[in-house]
């Protein structure tokens, strides 16, 4: 699948990937506008600490946060309003899908995500009420900028991934102990080596596709740019059945060898958001190594401008069970 993978390489990933995949059925497409009815805007506290406020859907319309087309449902941060750094953080959106799911494939078509110092987007399943012994899966998430991307799984305790070599992966292992007790919370995770992945890259290519597919014995997350030759027939051709085993290797695979998926992962919905600063993004030497200037939340309040692009466009959403 990828040109820079020896040919023997691939055939054993294909092997040992093949075994596991399954084919799916569409269970839903969501475009546009049908994102509104799909999801609910959660205006509540950041977890992550975050310099945001999350508003609910009548005020992100009004404040045009939300828009949607026939073909794109886009939503993002305020970026007129100066701030205070000490008041209320810079206004934003975070909904969470109506239905959630456990087995399953996610393929998210995504044309833009947000982008500039200080923002940290995310789009990733969890259990609100049952954090972290239900789990947390980590599919586009990434901070100021940097790239690659990031997929990471967040569970209580009891949960690891192998270390690089363990597994047939296109990724890079930065993190074996998904345990959230543990580490400051960083979990297990597998960067992405596509330089395209997240932030300004990701956009200047035009986007492109993620996809995760969770069964009882894996969790495995693909990435697509969007003038990638490999990227699946069935999801330019609206066939309502597909086979991951003609994926080749994802991005980030994450084997249940020493992670009962279905103990340690329960009934999941999907999240989606941007906060800013917080845990990660604002952590000062996280956000000094980025190359932004002042500090985070100094940043981010007094200038409203730079986040004319800290917005998501999706394509579309299209889940198979």
């Known amino acids: 699948m990828r040109l820079s993978v020896p040919s023997v390489f691939l055939a054993l990933a294909y092997a040992s990937t093949s075994a596991l995949a399954q084919t799916y059925t569409l269970s839903s497409s969501v475009v546009g506008s049908e994102f509104l009815s799909a999801f609910t805007f959660e205006a509540i506290a950041d977890p992550t600490s975050g310099f945001v406020t999350y508003v609910d859907e009548a005020t992100a319309q009004s404040d045009g946060l939300i828009s949607s087309t026939s073909a794109s449902f886009r939503m993002g941060a305020d970026s007129t309003t100066t701030l205070s750094p000490t008041g209320a953080g810079r206004n934003s959106v975070r909904i969470k899908s109506n239905a959630a799911y456990t087995t399953h494939v996610a393929v998210f078509d995504l044309d833009h ?162 906060t800013f600063c917080g845990d990660w993004a604002g952590s000062s030497s996280v956000y000094a190594a980025s190359g932004c200037s002042s500090t985070c939340i100094d940043y981010v309040a007094e200038n409203p401008s730079a986040f004319v692009d800290a917005y998501f466009d999706f394509a579309s959403l299209t889940i198979y069970e």
């Open 113 to 274: 995500m947000p982008e500039g110092c200080g923002t940290w987007p995310a789009i990733w399943e969890v259990d609100e009420a049952d954090w972290p012994d239900a789990g947390e899966i980590d599919i586009v998430e990434g901070v100021n900028n940097v790239t690659p991307n990031q997929s990471t799984l967040h569970t209580g305790p009891g949960c690891t991934i192998p270390a690089n070599g363990g597994v047939a992966q296109y990724g890079t292992t930065v993190s074996t102990d998904c345990n959230a007790n543990d580490d400051g919370n960083a979990g297990c995770g597998v960067q992405s080596p596509d330089s395209n992945s997240f932030g300004p890259a990701f956009n200047a290519a035009g986007g492109g596709y993620y996809a995760m597919e969770r069964t009882t014995t894996s969790i495995k997350v693909w990435f697509w740019a969007r003038d990638s030759a490999y990227i699946p027939a069935a999801f330019t051709s609206g066939a309502t059945s597909i086979d991951t085993s003609s994926w080749g290797e994802p991005t980030a695979y994450f084997p249940n060898t020493d992670c009962d998926i279905d103990t340690e992962f329960g009934s999941l919905n999907i999240v989606i958001n941007l």
